[in-house]
């Protein structure tokens, strides 16, 4: 088997484990598959350092949303790289706020996809990527698509664009 070949199947089976730690909630052994001082960021709304706030951050969302699931949709890799394509779900009705937010009770599904980057075995960076309006919106945090609410907020948006061109000039 050519050397990248083994490479891409080691970092394939890394990241499914990772991930497969995600989905049981498991903090220790997700720490465990990232390099100390490895860098994450779930772009548009956080950025983790392992293992300190990676922990923190993960703990918090599973003590917020106790019936979190995950699973595991496609990953595909190659090199010192894997995609995983994901689904989350879960209520957000637990013991703590999350991302400022107290529980509100909603429902939470949301699909993404990670960019991973492993070496000798270890995650060194994680780019995650999900539609953070869509999960603001679950939350509770936006108002939902076509809704009078959220043709409220674009009124308004629009109402003080015109006023701030107007006011310049």
Known sequence: MPAET???????AVARAYFEAVAARDL?????????GGTGEIHGLVELTAPHTHRAWFGNLFAAMPDFR??????VSEGERA???????????GSTRFE????????????????????????????AY??????AQQLGALPATGSLAERAMIAALNLKTRLTRALRG
């Open 100 to 127: 400022g937010m107290e529980p509100t009770g909603a429902k939470v599904d949301i699909t993404g996809c990670d960019l991973v980057t492993i070496r000798d075995g270890k995650i060194q960076r994680n780019e």
């Open 6 to 12: 083994e490479q891409t199947s080691e970092v394939g």
């Open 83 to 93: 995609a995983v394509r994901w689904r989350a779900t879960g209520s957000f009705n």
């Open 28 to 36: 220790d052994a997700m720490v465990g598959f990232w390099e100390p």
């Open 70 to 75: 995950f699973e595991i949709l496609d990953i």
């Open 130 to 135: 999900l539609n953070g309006a869509q999960m």
